[in-house]
Structure formats: C-alpha cells, structure tokens
C-alpha cells in the first residue's frame, strides 16, 4: 500500500468516514474511494459494499477488484436510563453497538444500573450535538418526558442517524408530533420517527421491548428479509 493511501485511510477512520479500499487484483492498484475518484460502476460498487458492510470481490471490464469497507462503529445513543434501557444497552452491545445512555437525571444514570456503558449527564440536546449522530447511528428516546425526548429528537431529525425512535402510544405520539411540527420539522422528516418504538412482537416486559427495538433498528438497516414467491 502506497504511504499517501495508507495516511488517506488513517485519517478518514480518525474522522470516522465510511471509506471503501478498492485494489485491482491484477497489479496490485489501490485506490480509497470516495476520497479518489472512481468510474462510475466501479463507485456503484464500492457504495453497494460500504452498504452491505462486507468485502467484495467484482469483475469490470475483464479486471477483477476487491473491495474492502471501513466503516465507522455502529452506535445507539439512548435517551432515558430508564428499565427498558438497562435491558437495551448489553442486548445492542453483543450486536456490535456502542452504546451511550443520556440522561441529566444523575439519580438514574448510574454506574450501578448502567455497569460498563457510556454515561452522559448533559442536557439531551447538548449531548446530542455534541455526539453528533452519522448515518450508523441509531437514537432512541425511552423517558416519557417531553422536556428530555423532544430536545433529543429535535437534534436526531437533523441529523443523518439511520433509525430513530420513540417510546411512547399512538395517541402520545400524535402530540409529540405536533410539538415537533412547532420546532419546525415537516411531515417527511417526522416520518423517520419509529413510534410506537420496535417491532410489533407483542413485548410487555423491559427486556422485550428492548429485544422489540434491536430488531427493529436491525431490520432498518439491513432491510427486511423478502422471501421468493
């Protein structure tokens, strides 16, 4: 690997930019895309790759390419160190998320409850902003409490996480959704909501609707499963 290409890769894992290493196996040429330019199958493939998350090798034009994604680390950002959130974290963090609990209640957002995961005492939106979800990040609002969720989700709309959602009835979220509507968001952007949050599975206990939440934002991200007529 070429010193320049390895420094490129270097910063852009530092930067936590998804990048693709795309090295043409016939002669050894590596190219890190997107921060190189490709012809456009080739950068189609390399997209299709850094979406499935997996190495890939191709055939173009009678060349044969590998393409290796890196990909920043997956993260749920947890609003509310409520029960549903203590099930939550270790379920995400044996699927591969690093997870943030956030909540300004220090009564609640314990080491003792919340043994090994992050902890964030500031404000939901400061906290937020400050952790600035990307487009492998999932948010997550449990505490009921419009003071603390609307803040969270006012910064989630805005920025790139691939799922959002909210705890809470249909009826809540009919009033939660107007609120959003007097921050300013429209229906499109709303409509990224998950809410009620999690798969219908029929979960009553915390740990069920945590498992109801993990495979929704699973599902959300790798998409649904279709089966063959």
Do not use: C
């Not at 509310?80 to 974290?89: E, K, S």
């Amino acid at each position: 690997m070429r010193r320049a290409t390895l420094d490129a890769l270097l910063a852009a894992r530092a930067a936590k930019r998804a990048v693709v290493l795309a090295t043409r196996l016939g002669d050894g040429a590596q190219h890190l895309w997107p921060e190189e330019a490709l012809p456009g199958a080739l950068a189609e493939a390399a997209q299709a790759a850094l979406d499935l998350d997996k190495p890939q090798t191709i055939a173009l034009d009678g060349e044969a390419w590998f393409l290796q994604p890196f990909s920043p680390p997956l993260r749920l950002i947890v609003v509310g160190a409520v029960h549903v959130a203590q099930a939550l974290a270790p379920l995400a963090a044996t699927l591969g998320y690093a997870v943030t609990i956030v909540d300004p209640r220090r009564a609640f957002a314990t080491e003792e409850r919340f043994a090994g995961v992050a902890l964030n005492h500031d404000w939901p939106d400061e906290a937020l902003t400050a952790l600035a979800p990307d487009a492998r990040t999932a948010v997550v609002t449990l505490t009921h409490d419009p003071k603390l969720d609307d803040p969270a989700l006012d910064v989630a709309l805005r920025s790139r996480a691939f799922y959002i959602g909210a705890l809470g009835s249909t009826r809540t979220h009919a009033k939660r959704v107007a609120r959003l509507k007097e921050m300013g968001h429209e229906d499109g952007a709303i409509a990224r909501i998950a809410a009620p949050v999690g798969l219908d599975i029929g979960a009553v206990t915390a740990p069920e609707i945590a498992l109801s939440i993990m495979a929704e934002i699973v599902q959300r991200r790798r998409g649904p499963k279709r089966r063959a007529p």
